[in-house]
């Protein structure tokens, strides 16, 4: 079974930005719908962006215009480009292949 990593949380100021990365511990299919939700104390898991095999992105409106999801395939690696955060945002970040397998986690605090 593949694996996921995350890295790249970590502490940022608002308005600041960080990139999360997905490692893959196998080949991820190109034809493999790929997503990123994000889960903060005490709330329920919350869909933060998710990238079909045709390239489709999809964002909540919480999100749209600040994340962007990507792929290098031959990588075997995701992405989430993440600007202007907000103090809403702090939350552990997990990556994820819909129905098969889950990283465990890259912590996101935005602070000043």
């Known amino acids: 079974q593949v694996q996921l990593v995350e890295s790249g949380g970590g502490l940022v100021q608002p308005g600041g930005s960080l990139r999360l990365s997905c490692a893959a511990s196998?080949?991820?299919?190109?034809?493999?719908?790929l997503g990123w939700d994000r889960q903060a104390p005490g709330k329920q898991l919350e869909m933060v962006a998710r990238l079909s095999g045709a390239g489709t992105t999809n964002y909540p409106a919480s999100g749209k215009g600040r994340f962007t999801i990507s792929r290098d395939n031959a990588k075997n690696t995701l992405y989430l480009q993440m600007n202007r955060l907000q103090p809403e945002d702090p939350a552990v970040y997990y990556c994820y292949v819909p129905g098969y397998t889950w990283g465990q986690g890259t912590q996101v605090t935005v602070s000043s």
């Open positions: 196998g080949n991820i299919a190109g034809s493999w719908t």
